[in-house]
């Protein structure tokens, strides 16, 4: 006869991929001067992402196929936070990848500052990436070490 209780997957976690690597872009997209956008924007994205991972979870997959994915993930944000963000509702048709775009100031004035940086943006997001590659790959192990450890100690203890 078959278990009853269902079996509980080894990887019943990978959603928390989304939300990670939302909140990682967030806070990326906000320290480059970027837009943020509303709050149900943000729980869609992050679902959206929650599910794609859990899809994506069920294969085994190399590292580098993961960090793609990371990568991947963060730029669909960073056009997400861009065209969803403002109140201006121009959203990507004047992204321009390089700041705001601007008019030309009268001859003899200074131009405003851009936005934000294209550099400082893709770096960003690029650390992003990679934080939430490291946090998906390691945490498990990081867990695990901790229940071990924690474990030992109360057993050390006990004795």
């Known amino acids: 006869m078959d278990d009853p209780k269902p079996k509980v997957r080894a990887g019943s976690g990978v959603w928390l991929a989304g939300p990670i690597s939302t909140g990682l ?68 048709s004047v992204h321009g990848h390089g700041g705001i775009i601007q008019d030309v100031p009268p001859a003899g004035e200074v131009a405003a500052p851009a936005g934000h940086s294209l550099h400082l943006m893709l770096h960003l997001h690029m650390a992003a990436a990679l934080a939430a590659y490291a946090a998906i790959s390691y945490w498990p192990r990081l867990a695990a070490w901790s229940r071990r450890s924690s474990t030992d100690r109360q057993s050390s203890r006990a004795a």
């Open 25 to 92: 872009g967030l806070a990326a997209h906000l320290a480059a001067g970027g837009p943020a956008p509303g709050l149900l924007i943000l729980l869609a994205l992050a679902a959206l992402l929650g599910m794609a991972a859990a899809i994506l979870g069920r294969f085994p997959m190399p590292a580098w196929v993961l960090l793609l994915f990371c990568g991947v993930a963060q730029q669909l944000l960073h056009l997400g936070f861009t065209g969803f963000s403002g109140g201006s509702g121009s959203g990507l």
